[in-house]
């Protein structure tokens, strides 16, 4: 989707590192999203946020962080907490509470 | 809580062949539902959506799917498939109650063989 852009494509991690995967948006929508994506295991839902300085929870938060400072962005922080960081991360938007979701193309993080 | 299953984890059809994915959902109300495509190493694109209406809806690239409430279920079909096609296919319930989370099942790979 040309109007969210992940970055960067691939991403490596050392041993007890943090890094940030950026999300940015052009779309003007309110709520955002970081999915995680395994092999068979489809989309889990790390955090989302419904409007800026506002974020929850999704369903597997553990050592990841987030902040929403501005409408347009979201980043994403992997911690060291994280132990099986290695997956592929997908931001998403939507323009209010149950509209179909719009795709970036995605973060594939792995560790060295 | 609601869920989604999608019981083929993939599936492998003849080019020009028809095609039918499988979705069924659990949900104590009506829910929102969503098809979603991924290509390798991409994002999801939305096929179609169903909110309330025509349980038989149309969406891009030719595809559709039907609500069935009895059954509780959200099947893809497709009357001929290309090529082109062979992705993997993601079923997706919303909630409906005030909340902005999808629940995504766990794909379904489509093979497409010449």
């Known amino acids: 989707d040309g109007g969210i852009t992940q970055s960067p494509k691939y991403l490596f991690r050392k041993e007890g590192q943090n890094v940030t995967l950026s999300c940015e948006q052009n779309?003007?929508?309110?709520?955002m999203y970081w999915y995680r994506q395994d092999p068979g295991q489809g989309l889990r839902l790390i955090y989302y946020s419904q409007i800026v300085n506002d974020f929850q929870k999704g369903d597997i938060a553990e050592g990841y962080s987030v902040s929403r400072e501005k409408k347009e962005s979201f980043p994403l922080t992997v911690t060291s907490a994280q132990k099986n960081p290695t997956a592929f991360y997908l931001c998403?938007?939507?323009?209010?509470?149950?509209?179909?979701?719009?795709f970036g193309d995605g973060t594939r993080l792995s560790i060295l | 809580a609601q869920s989604v299953t999608q019981p083929d984890i993939h599936i492998t059809v003849s080019e020009g062949a028809s095609l039918e994915l499988r979705c069924n959902y659990s949900?104590?109300?009506?829910?929102?539902l969503f098809w979603y495509v991924q290509s390798p190493g991409q994002g999801l694109q939305l096929l179609l959506k169903?909110?309330?209406?025509?349980?038989l809806v149309q969406g891009i690239k030719g595809f559709e799917a039907e609500f069935k409430r009895s059954q509780s279920s959200f099947n893809l079909r497709k009357p001929s498939v290309h090529w082109s096609d062979a992705a993997e296919y993601f079923c997706?319930?919303?909630?409906?109650?005030?909340?902005?989370?999808?629940?995504f099942g766990a794909g379904t790979r489509l093979f497409v063989k010449a």
């Open positions: 997706a319930v919303g909630e409906n109650t005030g909340g902005f989370k999808t629940i």
């Open positions: 779309l003007n929508h309110d709520a």
């Open positions: 169903y909110f309330s209406g025509d349980t």
């Open positions: 998403a938007t939507s323009d209010r509470e149950n509209q179909p979701q719009h």
């Open positions: 949900y104590g109300a009506t829910p929102y």
